[in-house]
């Protein structure tokens, strides 16, 4: 089994990514809302498409503002713009640093569970054979092992 993940933090690195998460939550708390998922859904996304769309459309604003009803606030929609542009120079880097937390995160997981999964198979083989041990260790796993519900079985409680 070749080993890919070896992610180790030192005590003052770990510490130092702490207060570094915890130095980011406290400046942007105060500035950063939380959207229900029905909000989330229902409100039109700009991506990097509609960019330059809303860019143009706030100059085209400014340049003829006696064809703009007094209903849009260009002032607040400019201010939102500009929230998003400095929105997404943050955002880029922290998901980048997200997706290889989780891919760290996920191919360490399944190295660590296939290692697991030999273990449990040697146990098993070794309890065949008598050896001391090896049946209480078999046992404790399989109560522990995640077993999904399969076809036209129920799953029992233990």
């Known amino acids: 089994m070749e080993n890919k993940v070896s992610f180790q933090l030192t005590e003052e690195e770990d510490k130092q990514v702490r207060d570094?998460?915890?130095?980011?939550?406290?400046?942007?708390?105060?500035?950063?809302?939380?959207?229900?998922?029905?909000?989330?859904?229902?409100?039109p996304k700009m991506g990097d498409?509609?960019?330059a769309f809303v860019d143009k459309s706030l100059e085209y604003a400014n340049a003829y503002p006696?064809?703009?009803p007094s209903f849009?606030?260009?002032?607040?929609?400019?201010?939102?713009?500009e929230a998003v542009k400095?929105?997404?120079?943050?955002?880029?880097?922290?998901?980048?640093i997200c997706n290889q937390v989780n891919d760290t995160m996920i191919l360490a997981?399944?190295?660590?569970?296939?290692?697991?999964?030999?273990?449990?198979?040697?146990?098993?083989?070794a309890a065949t054979m008598g050896q001391p041990g090896a049946d209480e260790a078999t046992k404790e796993l399989s109560n522990r092992f995640p077993r999904?519900?399969?076809?036209?079985?129920?799953?029992?409680?233990?």
């Open 20 to 43: 570094a998460i915890e130095l980011l939550s406290t400046i942007l708390k105060a500035k950063l809302i939380t959207l229900a998922p029905d909000d989330r859904k229902e409100l």
């Open 49 to 51: 498409k509609t960019v």
């Open 66 to 68: 006696d064809y703009i």
């Open 72 to 81: 849009i606030n260009i002032p607040a929609a400019r201010a939102d713009f």
């Open 86 to 96: 400095k929105l997404r120079s943050l955002a880029m880097p922290l998901e980048r």
């Open 109 to 125: 997981g399944s190295e660590a569970y296939t290692a697991s999964l030999s273990i449990y198979k040697v146990l098993k083989n």
């Open 148 to 158: 999904g519900k399969r076809k036209g079985e129920s799953v029992q409680n233990n």
